[in-house]
């Protein structure tokens, strides 16, 4: 991103695409969302959002990811053992069906 111009109030920037991508939120120039997006002049970005984005995750406790990531991987093995219990019934339930 360049400085090319001066407003009364402002500031006129050059930004390549991919820079584009990262202030309109998106991950990159490739993701599907931005390649169907279409920006125009006097496109506005809301980089207040952004910021407060930024600020919410720099003052994200370590401890408490880590305590949600223990979290979140129980859930998911509850999840798992519980598909596996139905895929057991099925096949217990198809087996008593063909005697």
Do not use: C, W, Y
């Not at 695409?17 to 496109?43: I, M, N, P, Q, Y």
């Not at 129980?74 to 139905?86: F, K, L, N, P, Y």
């Amino acid at each position: 991103m360049k400085i090319i111009g001066k407003t009364h109030d402002g500031f006129l920037i050059d930004v390549s695409t991919s820079e584009l991508a990262l202030l309109a939120g998106f991950r990159g120039s490739s993701e599907r969302a931005f390649l169907e997006k279409h920006f125009d002049v006097g496109h506005d970005f809301p980089l207040q959002k952004l910021d407060r984005t930024n600020e919410f995750l720099r003052n994200l406790d370590q401890d408490r990811l880590v305590e949600l990531r223990n979290k979140l991987t129980a859930i998911v093995g509850s999840v798992d053992a519980a598909r596996e219990t139905i895929q057991s019934i099925t096949l217990f339930e198809t087996l008593k069906d063909g005697q």
